[in-house]
T-cell receptor, first 111, second 115 residues
Framework: QKEVEQDPGPLSVPEGAIVSLNCTYS??????FMWYRQYSRKGPELLMY????GNKEDGRFTAQVDKSSKYISLFIRDSQPSDSATYLC???????????FGSGTQLTVLP | DGGITQSPKYLFRKEGQNVTLSCEQN?????MYWYRQDPGQGLRLIYY???????QKGDIAEGYSVSREKKESFPLTVTSAQKNPTAFYLC??????????????FGDGTRLSIL
């Protein structure tokens, strides 16, 4: 079993839809949670960075962490075609130097 | 603009050849990382370096080597011992200032293929 599980998709939604992307994990020591967006043939770009449980909002993006369920989510409101990309979750514990990544979810927002 | 520059964008390797991927950052970050990305597998850590002249193996270091002679630079050599080198290679950096838990920022990658 992988430490971090992420549905690879592909996921297609119409423009304006609310998108929900999710990751589950098995290591209860993870405390820092990140979401990256990766366009085709580009490097990942940091979208959201959260510590421990709770919600964090930035514009159209909301990150949620539920440590009791070992489950994190990224919500995208009013999705746009420019949101079409692969979304990677990543996480680490307080002492680790390296991140553990999910395999990524490919999202397409149709005009 | 501050950022991470990876070169070349595309690279081809012949059998038995070593190739070196360049990574330069002007973010004044202390820590640098190399990842390999294969389709459907996410990112896997090859090597990382917290300070100049020091580096540690990641999960898949076999067949790779690195050096860290300058803070700004962290080149990766893919040796002939790496039997399946075709992948997208990503370099990242972060700063431990404010703690070791700062997020990592990525370059735009080098795609390596076998001739």
């Amino acid at each position: 079993q992988k430490e971090v599980e992420q549905d690879p998709g592909p996921l297609s939604v119409p423009e304006g839809a609310i998108v929900s992307l999710n990751c589950t994990y098995s290591n209860s020591a993870f405390q820092y949670f990140m979401w990256y967006r990766q366009y085709s043939r580009k490097g990942p770009e940091l979208l959201m960075y959260t510590y421990s449980s709770g919600n964090k909002e930035d514009g159209r993006f909301t990150a949620q962490v539920d440590k009791s369920s070992k489950y994190i989510s990224l919500f995208i409101r009013d999705s746009q075609p420019s949101d079409s990309a692969t979304y990677l979750c990543a996480m680490k514990d307080g002492s680790a130097r390296q991140l553990t990544f999910g395999s990524g979810t490919q999202l397409t927002v149709l005009p | 603009d501050g950022g991470i520059t990876q070169s070349p964008k595309y690279l081809f390797r012949k059998e038995g050849q070593n190739v070196t991927l360049s990574c330069e950052q002007n973010l004044n970050h202390d820590a640098m990382y190399w990842y390999r990305q294969d389709p459907g597998q996410g990112l896997r850590l090859i090597y990382y370096s917290q300070i100049v002249n020091d580096f540690q193996k990641g999960d898949i270091a076999e067949g790779y080597s690195v050096s860290r002679e300058k803070k700004e630079s962290f080149p990766l050599t893919v040796t002939s011992a790496q039997k399946n080198p075709t992948a997208f290679y990503l370099c990242a950096s972060s700063t431990p200032r404010g703690g070791s838990n700062q997020p990592q920022h990525f370059g735009d990658g080098t795609r390596l293929s076998i001739l």
